[in-house]
C-alpha cells in the first residue's frame, strides 16, 4: 500500500522542518562560527560586530515576516460578500459564495483567497493580496540570511576539514555519507552539514525570489503567468507600489511598518488613476 501524506500533514512537517533548520544555521553562527571568526579566524572586532548585528536583523524579519504571512487574513472569509455577483465574479460551490476576480479556492485552506498566488507548505498558509508584500520579504531575507551563513560557516569548516582535496570535498559536500563511513566525527559531520545547506537553500530562496520578481514587476500571480495574463499591469514602478503600499520605500525594513495597500482586493484598476 502506497504511503500517503495529507496536504495538512505535509504543511506541518515542512513548518517544523524549515524552523529547525533556521534556528540550527543562525544558533550555529552565533555560538560557533562568529566567535571562531573573532578568536581564532584572525576577523577584526568590527566584522565580527557587523556579522552579529547583520545576522540578528536578518533573523528578526525572518521570524516576524513569517509570522505577519500566518497571521495576516487573506481568505473572503471575514469579507461581506454580495449575494448577486457583479460583473467578472464567479461562484464557489465549496465556499457556496461569490468571489472577486483574481480570487481562488484553495483545497488545503478551504477557503477562497483573495488575488491567490499559491499555497506556501513552509507557513501553512496562501499567499494572496493582503500577506504578498510580507511573503516576498521572507524570501529576502532568507536568502540573504543563507548567504551569511554560507561565506562564514564555509571559512570555519574549511579550518577543520584542512586544505584542500578529494577527501575534504567529499566530506564538506557528502557529509553524512561519509560519516556513516566513519570518515567525519558527529561535529564536523553537522557543521559540514549545515554550512552545505545553507548553501542550498541560498540557491532555493534566491530561485524563488528571482521567480516571484516577474510577478510584482508585471502585477501578476502565478495563475496568471501561466495563462499570459498581463491585464493588470500598470508599469513596474506602479506595481510594486500595489506589493508594497503606501509606505513602499520603506516596508521592506520591517513588517510592522503601516503601508496600507491601494487596493482592497475585491477590485483592481487596469490603469494607474489619474489623481495619482
Request: aromatic fraction near 18%; charged fraction near 15%.
Amino acid at each position: 500500500m502506497a504511503l500517503t501524506v495529507s496536504p495538512k500533514t505535509l504543511d506541518k512537517i515542512c513548518i517544523v522542518y524549515i524552523q529547525i533548520l533556521i534556528h540550527a544555521l543562525l544558533l550555529g553562527s552565533f555560538l560557533i562560527v562568529f566567535p571562531w571568526m573573532r578568536n581564532e579566524g584572525g576577523y577584526s572586532i568590527l566584522t565580527y560586530t557587523v556579522c552579529n548585528v547583520y545576522a540578528a536583523f536578518l533573523y528578526v524579519n525572518i521570524m516576524c515576516n513569517m509570522y505577519k504571512v500566518v497571521t495576516v487574513d487573506t481568505s473572503t472569509s471575514l469579507q461581506i460578500l454580495p449575494a448577486v455577483p457583479p460583473p467578472g465574479w464567479n461562484y464557489c460551490s465549496i465556499c457556496e459564495a461569490n468571489y472577486p476576480p483574481r480570487a481562488y479556492h484553495c483545497y488545503i485552506c478551504r477557503k477562497c483567497i483573495l488575488k491567490r498566488d499559491h499555497h506556501c507548505n513552509v507557513a501553512g498558509k496562501c499567499v494572496g493580496h493582503f500577506n504578498y508584500r510580507y511573503y516576498l520579504c521572507l524570501i529576502a531575507y532568507s536568502s540573504l540570511a543563507c548567504h551569511l551563513v554560507g561565506i562564514t560557516s564555509c571559512h570555519y569548516v574549511w579550518s577543520i576539514l584542512g586544505e584542500v582535496s578529494m577527501w575534504s570535498v567529499a566530506s564538506y559536500l557528502f557529509p553524512l555519507f561519509m560519516f556513516a563511513f566513519g570518515a567525519l566525527d558527529i561535529y564536523t559531520t553537522c557543521m559540514s552539514f549545515l554550512s552545505f545547506m545553507s548553501w542550498m537553500f541560498y540557491i532555493f530562496t534566491t530561485g524563488m525570489l528571482v521567480w516571484h520578481s516577474k510577478h510584482v514587476l508585471y502585477n501578476m500571480t502565478t495563475y496568471e503567468r501561466r495563462h499570459d495574463i498581463y491585464k493588470y499591469d500598470l508599469g513596474s514602478p506602479e506595481n510594486v507600489r500595489r506589493v508594497f503600499g503606501r509606505n513602499w520605500k520603506i516596508a521592506w525594513i520591517s513588517p510592522f511598518i503601516s503601508s496600507p495597500l491601494y487596493e482592497d482586493g475585491f477590485k483592481f484598476d487596469l490603469e494607474v488613476p489619474k489623481s495619482r
